[in-house]
Structures are given as structure tokens and as C-alpha cells.
């Protein structure tokens, strides 16, 4: 049979057909007549500014045509708006009803428009038309993507576009960025065509950070440098990966701005910080100021203009005090693909206000763990906010005394744990509110609301670690798939690390200390907290047998704050226990006394405070049963007072050769700088492994041993070992009893 093909398996195509002819033997004879020529809609031409026009005149408005054939079109009929207003009222409308010229005046200039124009003609036809543009001014302030600090904290504040090493000294070209402190970029692949130290004519540059020529439009500046060094091109950064970062110092002018980035047209997120440390050191202060998003990309838009935002979605106006300052921007997802950045001009009857940069769980956050952490980050914004103004309520219940407050240079943070759990499936409202120390008697009020999950346990009993469903700044691992490129193996040890089946497992190592360290991004190397579920297979009883978990570790000589699994005698705790140590310095208190199993899961916590103690133990530890019978103790079990620790969170391996292997199967890492995460269930509760058990019969002069479970046989002629396996003994094994005694054991 013949016919009209629909869609597929839900995918969306809409069309029409207004003429269908079929020609085959034994149909009837027909005459074919020809189909009526279908009516066409009106048509919009000659459209000015044309799409995507970033510096167009605002006096000049916006102009087109509209035709059409055979119908009329009427001035009523055709309708603007712009940014969501209907401004069709203020169309002027000229020409005959076939040919329509119209004009819409009255644009304000630095402002960014998405506009829309719907045509209707008398029969009912219609045409539409979807575009943006911009009426930013040419001499804004722009800053390009590419020209980020380099050489500790150097820049540029007028800098010469050239494509020749120290050829001018002014430039970017030459000028490489110090990883930490200028620039951190994880992911080294990617183009790299700009900001070279030595041969210009080199494959790649020596900038780890990738740069790509722009597919974006020239700005004059380019235009006429190309006239006189075709090597010269604008360039925009590439390859970004979420955790990324650039700083970029400059003299900024002085006046109430917004920040907008011209970037490609595909879905990303970062975020706008204000360095407040000494940007030429490592380890910089940052303060959050809004950020750029993009949820879908339109079509036919390649790059396109995206305002400095607010976690309500609304415009930010920041105060400059035109001064010397370093911004610096963080990729949050993949996709980030930005030409240039521009400070506009806010309106003047805009003035800059304390705002809110920052909050978690963030609006309409849905799925939120029933105990979240409310986090809330006021930006004082040039002027400075009353703490005793400050107010939280929680569900319309107010609980400013029971929220910790911290002071950030040009800002405050606030953090509320709710005591008590919140009523799961429901909304829950959070209001902020606060007033200036001085100026205009007016309280900023913003409120939020968020949804919180279930979850439900997994089986009956099941107890999960008190994050799971809620936003924090981390990273987690449940180790399917190939392993995470940001995993570094540290230490003499080397790379004793496997994963396979959704679970990393780990051999013991030679050499000390030994850990894997979760590199993959820039975040606080002295304020880290880390949560991993581990199963210990083998374990030996000297000291040097050790497993588990690590913060603060230096990536250079892999020494750091370490939780172990521990089978010693010490400092009044006997065998089996989970121990603190300070890596070739001291182990910490008394070991938490808990009989640990082989083979069976734990959870392990261990979180530094700051590096630095400052007012009493900055290193907190707590061990519980991961097999869903056991709940999260409330207090930590372990606290010690510990000095000068910085470095990476990850998994501690054994050292010089002690027996340790153990796998891991979930892993989260929380610390301020990396990507803002939902932390998701690990799942499944895993199962302990069978503890396989033998059976003794005596039979004349032998020994029947007899097992149910798929293990090995061992024998020793002591305890102590060796031990032997048996790989032919299969259940059940005979034993002729003669000469000295032995030993057996099964292993799996």
C-alpha cells in the first residue's frame, strides 16, 4: 500500500498535505488535474537590525517589510514585542496593504532584546519572526576571554592585539598563565592558538588553556588589525570543562555596571567571583557575585549576548569603585564557549544594591534531603549590610539565632541546619531578609521555595548518609564506567588503583604514603570533607597495613590527615579499631574501638576544618556499618587539633607492603569550589560478602572438611602462616591426619 509517512516513536513533526496522487494498476482511470497553487503567507523581509547585531544604533530602531500576494494585511495585524512587551502600539505602519513598511522607535541603548514579530493577514495566514540583537555602545568596556592574568597575577589594561613573540610588550600574545594562580584547566585538549611562550608556529601553544579562533563576527578593532598581520584573529576560550577558572585583573571604570559575555549559543552555566586575596598568590578568596546561564540554545543564533544573574534569574547592577580589581570566572558545566565580557552602563535611575549571589537548595529545587543545609550569600555591593538587621525564616518560623554567620570581605554568609527533619514531599519557603548599615531606610526581602524527596529506604532498615538529595559543592563517584581523569595516583606506591564493576579496588603498595587524589578541579585545599563506603578483603596485623580515606594531602609528596582501618595494638586500643594519622608526623588520639569485619562495608567520614587550627580541633572522624542496619552517629567519634595540612581529598592506600586490599565503591568529596552537585542515593545497599564456614568430621585416620560456599581452601602449619592455597580441594576434602599438626582456613 501507499500513503503518508507520520513521525516516530514520539518524535515531534507536524506538516500538511493539500494535494496526494497514486498511480498503480487496477486503480481507476483518472484524469490528473492539476493542483491548486496553495496561498502563501505574508512575508517579513528587509529586516534591520539583522539577527544577532550586538552594536546596534538604538536611535535607528527597528525596521521591515511585510508582503503579501493576494491578501491584506492590516496595521492591527501586526504585532512586536520586545523582551516580553507588547509594544505593537508604537509601530509606525506605512505603504498599501500588499507592501508594509513599519518602523518601532524609542529603543534605549545598552540594552540586550529578544524580540518577536507575528504577522497576520486577512484569510488568517500567518508569519513569524524570532531574533535578538543588542544596542550596546562600541566604547563600553570590554575585556576579552583569551587575555586572563598571566605570570602570577600580571595584566593588561589597554592591551595591542599582535601575533608576534615580544614583538609588543603590551600584548597577551606572549604572556603565559601560572596554573593556580592565573588560570586552573583540567582538561589540556582541545585547540590551542593563542598565548605562546616560544615558536608562534608551533603545533599548540604553551597555555594549557584551549583557544580557538571565533566563529563569532569581527569588532573593528580586529577588522583593521588583520589589515596589517593576518595572524592576527579574536579568539574565544575552548574546551572548558566544569571547575575551570580564569582571572582577569583590571583598572575597571568606575560607575554602576552590568556584566554581560557574548559566548556561543549552547547550554552552560558559570560563575562570576570577586577575587578578595592577593590574586599573584595561590589559595585566592573568592566571593560569589551571580552568573551566567543558558538553558537551550536558539536556532540560527551562534553567539549571542547573556546578563550577570542573580539565583532568581533577575539582572545584577554591581558597583565598580574604579580601582584595580580580578574577577574571576568559573565554567560549571561543559560548553562554556566565551569570545569577550562587557561592563554596560546601568540605567540611572538604577543604582546598585546588596543582593543575594548565592542560595541553596536553590529555587525549585525539587528532591531535597529532608535535613538540607540552607545557605545563603549576601553581596554588600558597595555599600555594607547591618548584621543585627539580618533575618532567616524557615516556613514562616524565624531562626536567626540558630544560623551560623560568617564575614566574607564585601559580603556575608549565612548557614541554617534545620534541628529537626522537614515534612518529606513538600514545599518549604525560606525568606531573607536585611537593611544597610547606612543610607536609604529600605529592607531587601527575597524568598525561595524548595520541594523535599522521600527516600524511601532500600530495604528494610536502610540508613543513608545524612546528604543524600541535597546541593552541595562537590564531586562523588560511583566508579562505573572508566575511571574519573581528574583520579591522580600519588606516592612511591604508584598506580595501584583498579576499577572495574562499578567498584575501585586497591592493592596494597610499596613506598609511603600512598593515595589516589581526586585533582579534577580547583577547590579548597584546607577546608575538605570526605564520605566513602569501603569493604576491606585482606588485612594484615603490622602497622604498616593501613586503608581508607584522606584530606588536605599534598599532591607533591602525598602526605596529609588520613582515616584508617586499623588491626594494632595502640595508645590503649587493641587490634581491630579506625585510627587518625598525620602523615610521617603523628598518629592521632585513641582509635575508635569498633571490631571491624573483613569483608563487610563501612562508611568512613573525615572532614578538616581549615588547616590551621584556630579555635580548638580542626579534624573531625566518625565510622559507621554501610549495610542499611546502622545509622549515622550524631556526634563525630574522633576530634583532633592538627597544623598545616593543604592539598586534595581522595583514598589512602597501605604503606612499604603491608597486606591492604579493600575496594570502594561510592565516594563524595565536598569543599567550596567544586561544581555545585544534587548528591545522589549510592543506589543500592551493598551486600556483605558470605562468610564461608567449614565443617569437621573425623572418618578413621582422616579429617573430612566439608564447605557450601565458593572459597579456596588454605593450610598452614601455623597461624601465623604462611598459608597455602589449595586450588584441586573441592568440598568435600579428605585429610590423612599423620606427622605435625595443620591448619586450615577458606578464602574468598
Same mark, same amino acid.
Given at each position: 500500500m501507499a500513503g503518508l509517512t507520520a513521525g516516530s516513536l514520539s518524535a515531534e513533526a507536524t506538516f500538511e498535505c493539500d494535494y496526494f496522487l497514486l498511480k498503480a494498476e487496477g486503480l481507476p482511470e483518472i484524469t490528473v488535474e492539476p493542483p491548486a497553487i496553495p496561498p502563501k503567507p505574508p512575508v517579513i523581509s528587509n529586516l534591520k537590525p539583522a539577527e544577532n547585531v550586538p552594536f546596534a544604533p538604538a536611535d535607528q530602531g527597528i525596521t521591515f517589510t511585510v508582503t503579501s500576494e493576494a491578501n491584506k494585511v492590516h496595521q492591527?495585524?501586526?504585532?512586536? &514585542?520586545?523582551?516580553?512587551?507588547?509594544? #505593537?502600539?508604537?509601530?509606525?505602519?506605512?505603504?498599501? #496593504?500588499?507592501?508594509?513598511?513599519v518602523r518601532l522607535t524609542g529603543l534605549m541603548q545598552n540594552q540586550s532584546f529578544k524580540a518577536k514579530i507575528v504577522v497576520q493577514d486577512s484569510q488568517g495566514l500567518m508569519s513569524s519572526k524570532r531574533f535578538r540583537f543588542a544596542t550596546f555602545n562600541r566604547e563600553n568596556f570590554?575585556?576579552?576571554?583569551?587575555?586572563?592574568?598571566?605570570?602570577?597575577?600580571?595584566?593588561?589594561?589597554?592591551?595591542?592585539l599582535s601575533a608576534k613573540l615580544g614583538g609588543e610588550p603590551n600584548s597577551y600574545f606572549d604572556k603565559i598563565g601560572v596554573p593556580k594562580v592565573d588560570e586552573f584547566d583540567i582538561n589540556k585538549s582541545g585547540d590551542h592558538f593563542y598565548r605562546f611562550s616560544s615558536d608562534p608556529n608551533a603545533l599548540e601553544s604553551d597555555e594549557a588553556v584551549g583557544t580557538s579562533p571565533t566563529g563569532d563576527f569581527l569588532r573593528q578593532k580586529f577588522r583593521e588589525a588583520k589589515e596589517k598581520d593576518s595572524n592576527i584573529d579574536d579568539f574565544d576560550v575552548t574546551a572548558v570543562v566544569a571547575g575551570e577558572w580564569l582571572n582577569y585583573t583590571r583598572t575597571y571604570p568606575e560607575g554602576n555596571f552590568q556584566v554581560f559575555v557574548r559566548a556561543m549559543s549552547q547550554p552552560?552555566?558559570?560563575?562570576?567571583? !570577586?577575587v578578595t586575596s592577593d590574586p599573584t598568590q595561590p589559595e585566592q578568596q573568592t566571593l560569589p557575585v551571580g552568573k551566567f546561564r543558558l538553558e537551550e540554545s536558539p536556532n540560527g543564533n551562534p553567539y549571542q549576548f547573556l546578563p550577570l544573574t542573580d539565583p532568581f534569574g533577575n539582572e545584577v547592577v554591581l558597583d565598580f569603585p574604579g580601582e584595580v580589581r580580578t574577577l574571576r570566572v568559573t565554567a560549571l558545566s561543559s560548553g562554556?564557549?566565551?569570545?569577550?565580557?562587557?561592563?554596560?552602563?546601568? +540605567?540611572?535611575? &538604577? *543604582?546598585? %544594591?546588596?543582593?543575594?549571589?548565592?542560595?541553596?537548595? &536553590?529555587?525549585? *529545587?525539587?528532591?531535597?534531603?529532608?535535613?538540607? &543545609?540552607?545557605k545563603a550569600v549576601l553581596v554588600e555591593n558597595g555599600t555594607e549590610i547591618a548584621q543585627e538587621s539580618l533575618k532567616i525564616t524557615l516556613n514562616g518560623d524565624e531562626l536567626t539565632s540558630e544560623a551560623d554567620l560568617s564575614d566574607l570581605t564585601a559580603g556575608i554568609e549565612m548557614l541554617l541546619s534545620p534541628k529537626q527533619l522537614l515534612k518529606a514531599e513538600a514545599a518549604h519557603k /525560606?525568606? /531573607?531578609?536585611?537593611?544597610?548599615?547606612s543610607g536609604p531606610d529600605q529592607r531587601v526581602r527575597r524568598q525561595w521555595e524548595f520541594m523535599t524527596g522521600n527516600f524511601p529506604s532500600l530495604a528494610k532498615g536502610d540508613k543513608q548518609p545524612s546528604e543524600i538529595g541535597s546541593q552541595v559543592n562537590g564531586f562523588q563517584d560511583d566508579f562505573k564506567g572508566t575511571r574519573d581523569t581528574g583520579w591522580v595516583p600519588r606516592g612511591p606506591g604508584g598506580d595501584v588503583y583498579t576499577q572495574e564493576g562499578g567498584r575501585l579496588k586497591v592493592e596494597s603498595a610499596n613506598g609511603n604514603p600512598n593515595h589516589l587524589l581526586y585533582e579534577g578541579s580547583e577547590y579548597? %585545599?584546607?577546608?575538605?570533607?570526605?564520605?566513602?563506603?569501603?569493604?576491606?578483603?585482606?588485612?594484615?596485623?603490622?602497622? !604498616?597495613?593501613?586503608?581508607?580515606? @584522606?584530606?588536605? /594531602?599534598?599532591? #607533591?609528596?602525598?602526605?596529609?590527615?588520613?582515616?584508617?582501618? $586499623?588491626?594494632?595494638?595502640?595508645? =590503649?586500643?587493641? =587490634? $581491630? %579499631?579506625?585510627?587518625?594519622?598525620?602523615?610521617?608526623?603523628?598518629?592521632?588520639?585513641?582509635?575508635?574501638?569498633?571490631?571491624?569485619?573483613?569483608?563487610?562495608?563501612?562508611?568512613?567520614?573525615?572532614?578538616?576544618?581549615?588547616?590551621?587550627?584556630?579555635?580548638?580541633?580542626?579534624?573531625?572522624?566518625?565510622?559507621?556499618?554501610?549495610?542499611g542496619t546502622e545509622a549515622e552517629p550524631e556526634e563525630w567519634e574522633m576530634n583532633w587539633s592538627r597544623?598545616?595540612?593543604? @592539598?586534595? *581529598? @581522595?583514598?589512602?592506600? #597501605?604503606?612499604?607492603? @603491608?597486606? *591492604?586490599?579493600?575496594? /570502594? +565503591?561510592y565516594v563524595l568529596i565536598k569543599a567550596e569550589g567544586l561544581p555545585e552537585i544534587t548528591v545522589e542515593s549510592p543506589l543500592v545497599m551493598p551486600s556483605d560478602k558470605a562468610q564461608p564456614t567449614v565443617q569437621i568430621q573425623r572418618e578413621d585416620d582422616k579429617v573430612i572438611l566439608t564447605w557450601s560456599t565458593d572459597a579456596t581452601l588454605q593450610s598452614a602449619i601455623s597461624l601465623e602462616g604462611p598459608w597455602q592455597n589449595l586450588p584441586d580441594a573441592t568440598s568435600p576434602h579428605r585429610v590423612t591426619i599423620k606427622g605435625s599438626q595443620k591448619y586450615f582456613r577458606l578464602v574468598q
Open positions: 492591527e495585524d501586526i504585532q512586536v &514585542t520586545l523582551n516580553g512587551e507588547d509594544r #505593537s502600539g508604537d509601530l509606525e505602519v506605512t505603504g498599501s #496593504s500588499g507592501n508594509r513598511d570590554i575585556f576579552e576571554a583569551e587575555d586572563f592574568n598571566f605570570g602570577d597575577g600580571k595584566f593588561i589594561d589597554d592591551p595591542v552552560f552555566q558559570a560563575r562570576l567571583d !570577586l562554556f564557549r566565551p569570545n569577550f565580557y562587557t561592563l554596560v552602563p546601568a +540605567d540611572p535611575d &538604577t *543604582a546598585a %544594591q546588596p543582593y543575594l549571589s548565592t542560595v541553596k537548595p &536553590t529555587p525549585g *529545587a525539587k528532591s531535597v534531603t529532608r535535613r538540607p &543545609t540552607i /525560606v525568606v /531573607v531578609s536585611f537593611a544597610r548599615e579548597n %585545599q584546607s577546608k575538605q570533607e570526605i564520605l566513602a563506603r569501603i569493604r576491606v578483603n585482606e588485612f594484615g596485623t603490622t602497622d !604498616l597495613a593501613r586503608a581508607g580515606v @584522606g584530606v588536605g /594531602v599534598s599532591s #607533591s609528596n602525598s602526605q596529609g590527615i588520613n582515616l584508617f582501618f $586499623r588491626d594494632f595494638d595502640q595508645d =590503649g586500643v587493641e =587490634g $581491630r %579499631q579506625f585510627k587518625l594519622l598525620d602523615d610521617n608526623r603523628a598518629w592521632g588520639p585513641p582509635g575508635v574501638d569498633i571490631d571491624w569485619k573483613n569483608d563487610s562495608w563501612y562508611w568512613l567520614r573525615l572532614r578538616q576544618d581549615n588547616s590551621t587550627p584556630s579555635d580548638g580541633n580542626n579534624i573531625h572522624a566518625k565510622v559507621w556499618r554501610a549495610n597544623e598545616g595540612r593543604t @592539598g586534595f *581529598a @581522595g583514598i589512602t592506600a #597501605s604503606s612499604n607492603g @603491608g597486606l *591492604a586490599n579493600f575496594e /570502594v +565503591d
